[in-house]
């Protein structure tokens, strides 16, 4: 608790109200007094203090692993520095974080990058031919399939990537198709799937 601070009290006499100030700073609170009275009064005021803190792990109402925030003294003191939850936000706390943040930034810009790329190479080729059995009418035995997507992908760029990313049409006969995968959150590769009728081995 705060120490007891004695104020002094400067009268208004019109309402007989006297404001409470301190320091020179006037507090904002008014206590009333018996007008025309000199007196001192022990007014208390309590200063809640807080410290600013780096989450070490994920706290309920304070945020994640690696929050930065600010939490009363006693509540870190007896909580989360004893339970290694949280530490001081120093300077040096405070710039092995930035550069923690820098570090996550330029990978994820490295990756979009990559991903841009593919999906330029995709671009630039164009189309992936698929050849499959057929019956009567060019009806395919079977499906295309996401897998044959990736393998064809893969054949022509050295690159094997998600078949589950991969948005094709329902294919049962031949032709050519548009289809899609999702290089990236931001980034998708766009192409044309053609499927041709498997030659005769003879």
Known sequence: MAAAQIMQFEGLRSTGVRQCVTSGLTSGRTVSAAPRSGFSVVCQKKVKKTQQVVLTQSVVGLGGKGTLTKVPNGYFRNFLQPQQMAVLATEGVLANIQRE??????????????????????????????????????????????????????????????????????????????????????????????????????
Request: proline share 2%; charged share 30%.
């Open 101 to 202: 943040i820098d570090a996550k930034d330029r990978v994820k810009r490295e990756e979009k990058a990559k991903a841009q790329a593919m999906a330029t190479a995709l671009q630039t080729i164009g189309k992936f031919t698929i050849r499959k059995k057929t019956g009567e009418k060019d009806q395919i035995f079977g499906s295309v399939t996401a897998q044959d997507i990736i393998d064809a992908i893969a054949q022509q760029t050295g690159r094997t990537l998600d078949k589950r990313e991969v948005t094709l049409p329902d294919i049962k006969t031949t032709g050519t198709f548009d289809a899609s995968i999702r290089l990236h959150p931001e980034v998708a590769g766009n192409f044309k799937v053609v499927v041709q009728r498997e030659k005769n081995a003879n």
